[in-house]
């Protein structure tokens, strides 16, 4: 496998989140794939973050750096880009070098040439701008949090499920709130935060996560009651998040990390790339929203009485890592519309579909005739409720994946996986790569079913994150959202 390849800046203009969500990603990949993150002039909090993760190599600034980070690059580098001002033109370079690209959105505003689009901050996938063979996913399963808080999310997973206490009744035992405005907080919201907050709860203190953009004037004028926590680490912020009754910031990766650490949160916006993250927080009733943070002077009469829930953070961030392993091992896969299928492909094809161990679990066991299979191929063009997949690895056939009966924002889902490639994490990696796809058709809602006596499917989808869904004299059914 190829190297995959981080580029992503910080600082008091570019802020730190791109930064730090792609340091979060190469966290959850180091053991699997080699890592390597370029960044522009890194500082030391940069530098201290990414130790232990992976190499942090430093470029200039400028034009002159995004083509030294080209000479860089090695056909088969998988790059993960992330920062708004790169566009399709850096895109193309990119890919010209024979790469294959990973790219971060929030907006879907700007036109993306990836061959794999990550929006873990909304949940409209099919909203985004990028071409055809483009995969895009998106949505709290693929949160990008650093390995501390993946590790507070499972804790406080284990702390609710020996527990019957509310996430309220635990939070009203704490006396510390915490507030974060990003690393650069262009609009000077701590200080106005703090001061409402300690005039509202003034029994509390108050943590102050800020970055080398906090003006020291503003820290002057701090309540005596805020203790201001700079350029602090991950693992120090999820303990304060872990120790407080909740925490307020804006619609960006604290929101989450707040989540995982089982923090209640109030939330707003700030920047026009917080907008769509807002409202998703607030539609899935994540969040209690504070609207647009610099119109807000005063807190909601209402505001701290009764802490907004804070969910099952077992549950919302529960397997995020084993799904970015899956999803950038499927990147390696060539992946073929069966209608595009060569000769030698579409034989590959109607094999592993005739294997007896395959074609006895199937719906169909009989035999398929070749020229059947031919027909069958040619008809899929007039069939637009279904897309049947061929994934490729070096010429060998891996599986095949379908969808059928596409419509009303669901599809029935098939998978076949070649039995030399079974066990190997194969199909976890197609599964997440078709969901890259289908999303796109606005689906949210796959069903699969699993012939009764083939109880190593039915694991593998439990695994894969579906649940039961009824069952009758032949198969067990199951379901799984997007």
């Known amino acids: 496998m190829g190297r995959i390849v981080f580029r992503a800046d910080a600082g008091k203009e570019a802020g730190y989140g791109h930064f730090a969500r792609c340091l979060a990603l190469a966290s959850m990949l180091k053991d699997n794939f080699y890592c390597v993150f370029y960044t522009a002039e890194p500082g030391e909090w940069q530098r201290k973050e990414a130790s232990g993760v992976c190499p942090l190599v430093p470029l200039p600034y400028g034009p002159g750096g995004f083509e030294t980070f080209l000479d860089i690059l090695r056909e088969g580098d998988t790059v993960v880009l992330d920062n708004y001002f790169y566009d399709t033109s850096h895109h193309d370079a990119i890919r010209s070098r024979g790469c294959r690209l990973v790219c971060i959105d929030d907006l879907h505003e700007q036109e993306f040439h990836a061959d794999l689009l990550l929006c873990p901050c909304t949940g409209k996938p099919e909203k985004a701008k990028a071409p055809e063979y483009c995969k895009v996913v998106s949505g709290p399963g693929l949160a990008l949090l650093r390995a501390p808080f993946l590790a507070a999310a499972k804790a406080h997973a284990s702390i609710v499920k020996g527990t019957e206490a509310t996430s309220a009744e635990t939070a009203s035992c704490r006396r510390r709130i915490y507030i974060s405005f990003g690393g650069s907080d262009p609009c ?21 996560v800020v970055g080398n953009g906090f003006a020291e004037e503003d820290e002057k004028l701090l309540p005596a009651c805020v203790k201001v926590q ?35 949160v109030y939330a707003g916006y700030y920047a026009d790339n917080q907008k769509a993250f807002y409202g998703m927080l607030s539609e899935r009733g994540l969040i209690s929203p504070l609207g647009f943070l610099p119109e807000c002077h005063d807190l909601p009469a209402a505001f701290g009485q009764t802490p907004p829930p804070a969910p099952d953070a077992g549950s919302l961030f529960s397997g995020i890592a084993q799904r970015y392993r899956s999803l950038f091992r499927g990147l390696q896969f060539e992946i073929l519309n069966y209608a595009g299928l060569s000769p030698e492909e579409s034989r590959q094809v109607w094999e592993l579909r005739n294997r ?12 398929i005739p070749f020229d059947s299979h031919e027909r069958f191929i040619s008809s899929l063009k007039e069939l637009p409720d279904r897309i049947y997949l061929a994934f490729f690895e070096q010429g060998k056939l891996v599986g095949t994946y379908n969808f059928t009966d596409i419509h009303d924002g669901s599809a029935g889902r098939g998978l076949i996986v070649s039995p030399e490639y079974q066990g190997s994490g194969a199909a976890l990696a197609m599964e997440s790569i078709a969901d890259g796809i289908i999303s796109r058709r606005g689906v949210r809602r796959l069903d699969a079913c699993v012939r009764k006596g083939n109880p190593r499917s039915a694991a593998y989808h439990i695994k894969a994150g579906y649940s039961p869904s009824g069952e009758d004299g032949e198969y067990y059914y199951y379901r799984r959202s997007l």
Do not use: H, Q, W
């Open 188 to 208: 000077s919201l701590t200080l106005r935060f703090a001061k409402m907050l300690s005039r509202k709860f003034p029994e509390y203190g108050i943590d102050a």
């Open 356 to 367: 007896p161990e395959i074609r006895c679990l199937m719906c169909n066991p009989e035999p």
């Open 230 to 264: 700079r350029n602090v680490s991950a693992e120090e912020i999820a303990g304060l998040l872990s120790g407080a009754a909740f925490a307020v910031c804006p619609a960006s990766g604290s929101c989450y990390e707040a989540l995982a650490c089982g923090c209640p």
